[in-house]
Nanobody
């Protein structure tokens, strides 16, 4: 059974940092491109960052230069290092494979709140 478990969110002040983790199980995830999405209240889910099987990364313009996506295939774990956080980064963050239709599954996500 596929499982994606996100963690590492929390409340942080503007300018602060957080590191999100996503532990995947139930399938061999090293063969998939992996992504982080986020969803703020009343807003459509947004693709934040992508890391390919080969390690190539891409970012939404809104997070470029501040966020870093990485993966550890030996641990089936995906990471998102978030620096210089802004209030507009507040959202629930989800990991998934790309495209997410491969799994047709979403984890619970992890809440990130950036506020003073």
């Amino acid at each position: 059974q596929v499982q994606l478990v996100e963690s590492g969110g929390g409340l942080v002040q503007p300018g602060g940092s957080l590191r999100l983790s996503c532990v995947a199980s139930g399938r061999t995830f090293s063969i998939y491109d992996m992504v982080w999405y986020r969803q703020a209240p009343g807003v459509q889910r947004e693709l934040v960052a992508t890391v390919t099987v080969g390690g190539t990364t891409n970012y939404a313009d809104s997070v470029k230069g501040r966020f870093t996506i990485s993966r550890d295939n030996s641990k089936d774990t995906l990471y998102l290092q978030m620096n210089s956080l802004k209030p507009e980064d507040t959202a629930v963050y989800f990991c998934n494979v790309y495209p997410f239709t491969i799994l047709n599954y979403w984890g619970q996500g992890t809440q990130v709140t950036v506020s003073s």
